[in-house]
Structure formats: structure tokens, C-alpha cells
């Protein structure tokens, strides 16, 4: 089955950090945009950050910037999302997802991406 596989997920107080792990399962990841998704119960998902396919290009959503760092390992074809300084209202499900589009372009978030995950949770709570 072509998806992703996330984990990394947990129970954290604020403060804390995560990595969360994103690997690609049944297709090659080197020719793909990789979006992160955050998903709140009642919320609607939310892109948070994406990273072009060499990785030199990433984009955050204001509400991270400077918090959380995308990263991608094409040969082990996984992307990662260090998550630093957390807050309760980082608490969520996280998804990973692909694009063929760039990264760079300002609708990036509101594409169909494809291969979506089952998501790994994340409970910021003391």
C-alpha cells in the first residue's frame, strides 16, 4: 500500500520536544513535496509546514515558525518535524502528505495531497 507511516507522537509536558518521523512505504520519495498537517478534534486539518523535494526550501505557518524544523532524509526516505517549545495548543493529530507542487507556492497547503498517513498524536499537557 503507497502511504506514509508516522510516528514519534507522545504525551509531552509544555516546553517539551518531539520528532516526529514521516516514512514514505511502497513509492520513492525523492520526487515529492512533503506537507506536515496538524488535526484537532473539531478542528479542520491545518497545514504547518512543508519542505521541498532537495530540502533546501521549508515554510512554516506562523504559529510554529521558530519552534518547529522540518528535515527530510531522501535515502532513507523519511521526513522528519522536530517539534521544540511546545504548547498545549500544539496538541493534535499529525499527519505527513505529498505533493508533486512546489513547496514555495502560496496555496501549497490547500492542494490535494496524496498518500496520507494514520497520523501520530500529540498531547502537550502538564
Known amino acids: 500500500q503507497l502511504q506514509f507511516v508516522e510516528s514519534g507522537g507522545d504525551l509531552v509536558k509544555p516546553g517539551g520536544s518531539l520528532r516526529l518521523s514521516c516514512s514514505a512505504s511502497?513509492?520513492?520519495?525523492?520526487?515529492?513535496?512533503v506537507g506536515w498537517f496538524r488535526q484537532v478534534p473539531g478542528w479542520e486539518r491545518e497545514g504547518i509546514s512543508c519542505?521541498?523535494?532537495?530540502?533546501?526550501?521549508?515554510k512554516y505557518v506562523d504559529s510554529v515558525k521558530g519552534r518547529f524544523t522540518i528535515s527530510r532524509d531522501n535515502e532513507k526516505n523519511t521526513v522528519y518535524l522536530q517539534l521544540n517549545s511546545l504548547k498545549p495548543e500544539d496538541t493534535g493529530v499529525y499527519y505527513c502528505?505529498?505533493?508533486?507542487?512546489?513547496?514555495?507556492?502560496?496555496?501549497?497547503?490547500?492542494?490535494?495531497?496524496?498518500?496520507w498517513g494514520q497520523g501520530t498524536p500529540v498531547t502537550v499537557s502538564s
Open positions: 502528505a505529498a505533493n508533486t507542487r512546489p513547496c514555495a507556492n502560496s496555496g501549497y497547503f490547500h492542494y490535494e495531497h496524496s498518500y
Open positions: 519542505i521541498s523535494t532537495t530540502g533546501m526550501y521549508t
Open positions: 511502497g513509492f520513492t520519495l525523492d520526487y515529492y513535496t
